[in-house]
């Protein structure tokens, strides 16, 4: 019912950008919020950034001044643009979504996407 569909991952230099990009689409009565989570070998999945439907955000202390959220709220969509980038960065990067269907208004539910692999090289 619903898909994300991430883009724009890839390999880049240390200092490089990236600009990611997630895609909602089905059955969607509202989105409550929408971010990014990221996941390394042997770590666990964390928080990235997220941005809320009034457009308050909050960010991992590890990105805060290198990585921006905004939000298309007409599109569903939903970008991260990383920059100074370190090795550090590298991992899958998942999309995630709060939202509500229109089939299942009295709830909401978290969806994610598929991930999108960053690789930052030293």
């Known amino acids: 019912q619903v898909q994300l569909v991430e883009s724009g991952g890839g390999l880049v230099q240390a200092e490089g950008s990236l600009r990611l990009s997630c895609a909602a689409s089905?059955?969607?009565?509202?989105?409550?919020?929408m971010g990014w989570y990221r996941q390394a070998p042997g770590k666990q999945r964390e928080l990235v950034a997220r941005i809320r439907s009034g457009g308050s955000t909050n960010f991992a202390d590890s990105v805060k001044g290198r990585f921006t959220i905004s939000r298309d709220n007409a599109k569903n969509t939903v970008y991260l643009q990383m920059n100074s980038l370190k090795p550090e960065d590298t991992a899958v990067y998942f999309c995630?979504?709060?939202?509500?269907?229109?089939?299942?208004?009295?709830?909401?539910?978290?969806?994610w996407g598929q991930g999108t692999q960053v690789t930052v090289s030293s």
């Open positions: 089905g059955n969607i009565l509202r989105i409550n919020a």
């Open positions: 995630n979504a709060d939202l509500v269907l229109f089939s299942k208004w009295y709830e909401s539910k978290d969806y």
